[in-house]
């Protein structure tokens, strides 16, 4: 229904993603005077509940949290950028490695979560004030139906559950959060964790819920738009600036 149309876009009609990396990159320029910005990126995948990273030959990487440093990933690669084409260049190597497959629904289905990790640090040339930010752009893959798509075989019945169940713990986080639980089950699947610092405290969070208009799927866009319902409900609070002096040496 467009999710990944939607992130990624045709070239004559780039999506999300793209669009919000030459933001990034005009603001830096506009600022040029004031601030030193670095862009570093990671392309990270999310399949049958293993966290792989997309630029360092899909090698398999442990996600942890720290209460006060937030998600920490240690063997990340993060690729240097200096404009939005060097920004593509890696997305695009980073997509060739990920999980496809063709089932009834879509012919080129996502059979996992993708994230397009910005990882950006400006230095006022004044003050010497570094500020530190992170923005997750997310490529999720769709809730499935094993009798709608035809999906077959171990594989792709294991993809299958893997995604539903993924999906299933972020409703359950979005649902814990918009109701201020004390708890917050963000360790019951690796797409949670890897978001937590993303979806509850000091962060901003936007949701695009893409849905089908034709008749055969309205049981999967009534299910989509309660998903959204229920995402609408989170207050977040004021996200603040992440600062601190730049260290000498």
């Known amino acids: 229904s467009g999710k990944t149309y939607t992130m ?47 630029l360092n030959k899909r090698s398999k990487l442990d996600v942890h ?27 695009h190597r980073g997509y060739d490695c990920r999980k496809t497959a063709s089932t009834n629904m879509n012919e080129h289905s996502s059979r996992s979560h993708c994230l397009l990790s910005i990882y950006c640090t400006s230095v006022n040339c004044m003050t010497g004030v570094t500020t530190v930010g992170k923005l997750h752009l997310v490529d999720l893959a769709g809730s499935e139906r094993l009798q709608r798509t035809g999906a077959t075989g171990k594989e792709r019945t294991d993809e299958a559950k893997a995604i539903n169940s993924s999906l299933t713990h972020l409703g359950i986080v979005i649902n814990s959060l918009a109701n201020k639980r004390d708890h917050i089950p963000y360790r019951n699947s690796q797409l949670t964790k890897l978001l937590q610092d993303s979806l509850g405290g000091n962060c901003k969070c936007l949701m695009f819920a893409n849905i089908s208009m034709i008749d055969p799927n309205v049981s999967e866009t ?23 002096k730049k260290a000498k040496g």
């Open 222 to 244: 009534i299910s989509t738009l309660k998903f959204a319902h229920g995402a609408r409900q989170v207050e977040l609070g004021k996200a603040e600036k992440n600062t601190g």
């Open 65 to 91: 949290f720290q209460e006060k440093v937030g998600v920490q990933i240690p063997e990340l690669m993060l690729v240097q950028c200096m404009n939005p084409d060097e920004v593509l260049k890696a997305l």
């Open 8 to 54: 990624e876009g045709p070239p004559d009609n780039r999506g999300v993603n793209f669009r919000t990396v030459q933001e990034i990159f005009q603001m830096a320029a506009d600022r040029a005077d004031e601030y030193s910005v670095e862009v570093k990126i990671a392309v990270v995948e999310v399949y049958n509940e293993v966290v792989f990273d997309l």
